[in-house]
């Protein structure tokens, strides 16, 4: 028994190792297995083991340069960029994302606020950064300095909330966006997130519809992934998820993916803020 459990966690380590590529094509089918505790264990242990070198760092640093270089058509940097806390203001500010903003009349997560900011302050084209793809052309740009902006809120407790009217709205749509299923195989979010101690291969699947869980959710992302061996956004984690739920691929920044958001993380409130994390 021992050594079949031992086994499962060689076997599982050596995927993490290699990258474990194969998408999660068949992830779905397998995804009510029940939690046996010890192979995810080791997978923590893993993840202690490299945690001090995160690479999820080279991003950080990026990402900094880039908020802080003169940029664009206009020539400016993002340092006056307003996330929330007033312009300029990065420590913290990621603790209360999504949130509602007045010069936009819109709700916003991180990535769509540093993207109204590079048109505003900077003069890029938004739809340019909506349909280049992730790590492709500015895109690339948002991300290292989504790694930054994270970075400035590590270890603080998260804390968004639904206050403003079109707040409570967004995190209404979120969460029915969550139970609304559909496609091929009739899943909604909640098919692979509502329950304790669901895992699909050797991957937690935290309950979000609580707190714990939302908080394990929504707290270690973003995150440098391991297996395909890049920094990933939120943006980039929904989308995958989005793709697992065998749904069309959301529009980046989109309404939606911002609801949601906006859902995990309310429903994450109290939690700690480990991001950037490090991941499968
Ligand atoms: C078919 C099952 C499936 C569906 C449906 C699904 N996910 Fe996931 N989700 C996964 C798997 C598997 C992982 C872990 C992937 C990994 O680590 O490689 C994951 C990871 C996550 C994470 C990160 C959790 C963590 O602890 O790292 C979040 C947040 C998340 N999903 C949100 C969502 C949202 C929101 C939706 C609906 C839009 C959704 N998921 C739909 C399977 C699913």
Known sequence: MKA???YGVIIGLFAVLQGCSSPAKNEASTAATPTGGAPTDEIEKYRAMI???NPADLYEAAGEDIWKKPMGPKNVSLEKCDLGMGPGVVKGAYTQLPKYFKDTN???DLESRLVTCMEKLQGY?????IKAGFEKGKRKDVEAVVAYIVAESKGMKINTVAKHPKEKEMYDLGKKSFFYQ???MDFSCASCHSENGKRIRLQDLPNITEQKGA???WGYWPAYR???GNFWTMQRRLNDCYRQQRFPEPIYISDDTIAVSLYMAINAKGGTMNAPGLKR
């Open 182 to 184: 559909g496609g091929p």
């Open 51 to 53: 945690a001090d070198g």
């Open 215 to 217: 908080a394990l959710g």
């Open 4 to 6: 079949r459990i031992l």
């Open 106 to 108: 819109k709700v916003q």
């Open 226 to 228: 391991v297996s395909s």
């Open 125 to 129: 084209n938004s739809q340019e950064i």
